[in-house]
């Protein structure tokens, strides 16, 4: 078998048995940076077609090929040789190992193939001149200016582009953006909460955003309530990527989130714990079809996908899955939870130095990922426990400049670091306090409070914080 073969064989399942190690190897081939630019002809549609089931967690068997083939516009010979091509990938058997081995020499052998092929056409349009889409070149200069850009791309299958040019040449961009920042309510990737959206109208791209806080303070609760609000609410695109928790735990987080949409008139939601037990009653089991229903049909709303990251990645194998992704839909905004249980890219002799290389290599990613129109990023990042001990002791009870200390990469990275507290008075009153303690393109704002519907995962603003908590005590939600 030639090695395209070879590698699909590995992604092709030929039992649904096969389905979870298949879900590996396609995840394994990403991280290696394989894309459907690596492959040629038959080779990419079958790759491309591998890639849609896996992210609807489904396999490609015979049934589903002909459907794709139905709706293709290949002619009937080619449909032939692409079944053809199928059941001989499919009847192969290629390990995890194997593919691992493989991968990387295939995309060297392609970018050279690539390479040659830039090469050839260049040459024809310096002698011959030739057509590139509907732009006719010829000539030195057209000839030069198409082997630098092709190169480039090719360039761009393993690595980010950084943005660069001359300043008096980039005023059409620099007037796009602030007519955008200027009339687009939806500009920035805003979380819902109203203290936090006025004072900064949300991450943009290029941007990292940190929600710091000590364990069980409610970092990823905010995480899940601002990609939420930036889906529902705003219409993003938006991908959660989680280290901690599954899909399905997710995936019902966000249904039980949901079904407080005042849409559905529940304040309070359904709660997460009830959905999990199958202990609704029947009038509640309707109404969480209804908002199943809801999330399933509306066209109003962006695309919220969850991505479960597999032990050991990093943020080199975050960048494959996304650019795989994006060539799905675009992506809008990253949702990291959390940066810091990612593995750096080579190994580092302290925590502190490992999330130092964390953090740039996400910051990094923020700004040159889609060819460097960049990438609105929210992560979170846990805070020592001496700091949070500090806080705890302190008369003002909060996050001060300096609680990041032990973690400097986190504050010289992030672009807008959000901290919440949760403190024995605030656990007894329901709810959670809030700050910015740095914030590049403002002024910081006040603190302020949020309540916190714990078992829907709600948060809701209450407003500035004023040194107590708002009396209302323990409340059944």
């Known amino acids: 078998m030639d090695l395209q073969s070879t590698i699909l064989s590995g992604l092709i399942p030929s039992t649904q048995s096969d389905k979870s190690d ?12 394989l894309n459907a630019s690596c492959f040629t002809g038959h080779y990419r549609y079958l790759f491309e077609i591998i890639g849609k089931q896996v992210a609807r967690k489904s396999i490609i068997d015979r049934e589903i090929l002909e459907s794709y083939l139905a709706n293709s ?12 091509l199928f059941a001989s990938c499919r009847e192969a058997t290629v390990d995890i190992d194997k593919l691992r081995s493989i991968i990387p020499t295939f995309i060297e052998k ?43 791309s090719i360039a761009s299958l393993t690595t980010g582009n950084t943005p660069q040019g001359h300043v008096h040449k980039s005023m059409d961009i620099f007037w796009e953006l602030y007519q955008q920042a200027k009339n687009d309510p939806n500009y920035g990737v805003k979380s819902g909460l109203k203290e936090l959206d006025e004072a900064t109208r949300g991450v943009r791209p ?22 939420y609000n930036s889906s529902v609410r705003n ?30 008139d529940m304040p309070m939601g359904i709660k997460d714990f009830d959905i999990s037990d199958g202990k609704l009653s029947p009038p509640q089991e309707a109404q969480l079809r209804k908002v199943t229903d809801d999330w399933t049909f509306s066209t109003d709303y962006g695309m919220l996908y969850i991505l479960q990251m597999p032990t050991g990645s990093t943020v080199s194998s975050l960048r494959s899955s996304l650019t ?5 839909f675009p992506i809008d905004a990253l949702f990291l939870d959390y940066a810091s249980l990612l593995n750096s890219e080579t190994p580092m002799a302290t925590t502190t130095m490992q999330v130092t290389s964390i953090f740039k290599s996400l910051k990094d990613l923020a700004l040159t990922f889609n060819d460097g129109a960049g990438l609105p990023i929210v992560t979170a990042h846990q805070v020592s426990r001496a700091k949070r001990e500090a806080v705890e002791k302190s008369e003002n ?20 670091v959000v901290w919440v507290l949760r403190t024995e008075d605030l656990v007894q009153a329901r709810e959670v306090k809030m700050g910015i303690s740095q914030f590049r393109r403002g002024r910081l704002p006040m603190d302020w409070r949020c309540r916190e519907y714990y078992d829907c995962s709600k948060l809701e603003s209450l407003g500035e914080f004023t040194g107590s908590t708002s009396g209302l005590g323990v409340f059944d939600l």
């Open 22 to 33: 298949t879900d590996a190897a396609f995840m394994e081939a990403i991280q290696l940076k």
């Open 235 to 264: 219409k993003k695109n938006v991908v959660y990527a989680s280290l901690e928790m599954s899909f399905d735990q997710l995936n019902r987080l966000f249904v039980s989130l949901h079904s407080t949409h005042e849409k559905f």
């Open 110 to 152: 392609q970018n050279v193939k690539l390479f040659e092929e830039v090469l050839i056409d260049t040459v024809k349009i310096l002698t011959e001149g030739g057509q590139v889409g509907k732009t006719k070149l010829q000539g030195l200069d057209d000839s030069r200016q198409y082997l630098i850009k092709n190169i480039a």
């Open 397 to 416: 009870k909060r996050y001060d400049i300096g609680y990041l200390s032990d973690a400097a990469e986190v504050e010289r990275t992030s672009d807008m």
């Open 324 to 328: 795989y992704l994006s060539s799905m």
């Open 73 to 84: 516009k290949y002619k009937d010979e080619e449909k032939t040789q692409i079944r053809i």
């Open 206 to 227: 290029g941007e990292v955003a940190t929600v710091a806080g000590f364990a069980k303070e409610g970092k990823s609760q905010i995480l899940r309530n601002w990609a």
